[in-house]
């Protein structure tokens, strides 16, 4: 079994797979943000992320840009989340190698809005 690499400690055929192939739609913001992270993570789902962004905040986004794999992701951390209705929010930590080998972490505290029963992102607040 191949563990997913969002770290839920699932199969990747029974965790994020399903939603990056478009079989599937996210049920939480939660989830969304695994599928996400898999998908920076794994590159070349860059249509993926386009479409899962709220078109009103991605306008300007290259699906071919989003499919490059620029950074070199190590790990996930889910550090509080929240969801009232059709709005989430989810604060994480993911965790890359810098240029020089060094563990660093991207900080970020996102909001996510669902419509029509599919949950997008919005954005989020980087710290």
Known sequence: MNLCICQSNKAFSRCCQPLLEGKKHAPTPVKLMRSRYSA?????????????????????????????????????????????????????????????GLKQAHHEVSR????????????GKVS
Request: no cysteine; charged share 20%; glycine share 10%.
């Open 40 to 100: 920076f993570a794994l590159g070349g789902f860059g249509h993926y992320l386009k479409d899962t962004w709220l078109s009103s905040t991605a306008q300007v986004l290259d699906p071919a840009e989003l499919s490059q794999r620029a950074i070199n992701w190590q790990g996930l951390a889910i550090e509080s989340n929240s969801q009232k209705g059709d709005y989430g929010v989810v604060e994480f930590r993911a965790y890359f190698l810098d240029e020089g």
């Open 112 to 123: 996510f809005q669902r419509i029509d029963g599919k949950w997008f992102y919005v954005d």
